[in-house]
């Protein structure tokens, strides 16, 4: 079975604080995905990447980073946190050649 | 510009009570449309890919289908235990592998 792992469940920050959101999947997969989720809007592509030290932007990557410098990890960070980066946030994996993305189970952040 | 909308946004239905949930996309070209369903604080789950108008797609329960314009999840005879959030999402042409997703049906099955 794929697993994907997230370093943390919940996590409460200060606004301000640098946060590091951490993803490690077991699966030898090329591609991971960083996502976060709110209510009525879905789930939204923050940034993706395709290899070691290789990404991407997705729809909304003002205010995040991400980091891979392992096939294996790959890591999302919030510069300075601000209340509205209040949300859930998902990792994915999938292999190449297939779009098949498995998620983790998600880090739920509050920032206060 | 490319789009995914899914509904209704809550569907409560009695046990047995068979119903759709339906996905629309409006997108420049589609390479595929993605099923997942989510339970309460967890990750998607993959259920179903569909690539072409006319595949179907059945597992228990659930049956995706695919037309030119949406997609449907049929829930036949639904138990309590299929209750969960289900996702749809596309793969759109020429953006290598990323997904985009609708906002989700939230489906209640009562006892």
């Known amino acids: 079975d794929v697993k994907v792992t997230q370093s943390s469940r919940y996590l409460v920050k200060r606004t301000g604080e640098k946060v590091f959101l951490e993803c490690v999947q077991d699966?030898?997969?090329?591609?991971m995905f960083w996502y976060r989720q709110d209510p009525g809007l879905g789930l939204r592509l923050i940034y993706f990447?395709?290899?070691?030290?290789?990404?991407e932007k997705g729809d909304i990557p003002e205010g995040y980073s991400v980091s891979r410098e392992k096939k294996e990890r790959f890591s999302l960070i919030l510069e300075s946190a601000s209340t509205n980066q209040t949300s859930m946030y998902l990792c994915?994996?999938?292999?190449?050649?297939?779009?098949?993305?498995?998620f983790g189970p998600g880090t739920r952040l509050t920032v206060l | 510009e490319d789009q995914v909308t899914q509904s209704p946004e809550a569907l409560r239905l009695q046990e047995g009570e068979s119903s759709s949930l339906n996905c629309s996309y409006t997108?420049?070209?589609?390479?595929?449309l993605f099923w997942y369903r989510q339970d309460p604080g967890k990750g998607p789950e993959f259920l179903f890919t569909?690539?072409?108008a006319g595949e179907e797609k059945e597992k228990e329960r659930l049956k995706a289908t695919l037309t030119k314009k949406e997609s449907f999840l049929h829930i036949t005879a639904p138990k309590p235990e299929d209750s969960a959030t289900y996702l749809c999402?596309?793969?759109?042409?020429?953006?290598?592998?990323?997904?985009?997703f609708g906002s989700g049906t939230q489906l209640t099955v009562l006892p």
């Open positions: 999402a596309v793969q759109i042409s020429g953006s290598a592998r990323q997904l985009t």
């Open positions: 997108v420049s070209g589609l390479r595929g």
């Open positions: 569909l690539y072409s």
């Open positions: 990447s395709y290899d070691v030290k290789m990404k």
């Open positions: 994915a994996s999938s292999p190449t050649g297939t779009s098949i993305q498995f």
């Open positions: 699966m030898d997969h090329e591609n």
